[in-house]
């Protein structure tokens, strides 16, 4: 069993900031990626930020400059520190990560069940 659970979401004014976190437990055995998703109603979800053992962050280019993704390898967390926030930034942000268990023989994506970001202007 694996869990990703996310925090830190929630209503902020524009130009303000958060910081979301997102805890991987369970039967790890390696995690490969953690990236941060987003999602509007009724459009799909957007890659905003990832970090991959050994390889340089990626951001969206929307977020660049505003957003750092950091990850904590000891404790299997992944925040993003959100700043300058604009009201487009309002979505829901969803936990990825790319992870083997110790049973399995490849790595495979799982998600978070999302946290509420909304920036009001």
């Known amino acids: 069993q694996v869990q990703l659970v996310e925090s830190g979401g929630g209503l902020v004014q524009a130009g303000g900031s958060l910081r979301l976190s997102c805890a991987a437990s369970g039967s790890i055995f390696s995690i490969r990626a953690m990236r941060w998703y987003r999602q509007v109603p009724g459009k799909g979800r957007e890659l905003v930020a990832g970090i991959t053992s050994g390889r340089d962050p990626n951001y969206a280019d929307s977020v660049k400059g505003r957003f750092t993704i950091s990850r904590d390898y000891a404790k299997n967390t992944v925040y993003v520190q959100m700043n300058s926030l604009k009201p487009e930034d309002t979505a829901v942000y969803y936990c990825?990560?790319?992870?083997?268990?110790?049973?399995?023989?490849?790595?495979?994506?799982?998600w978070g069940q999302g946290t509420q970001v909304t920036v009001s202007s």
């Open positions: 990825n990560a790319a992870l083997q268990t110790f049973r399995g023989t490849s790595y495979i994506d799982y």
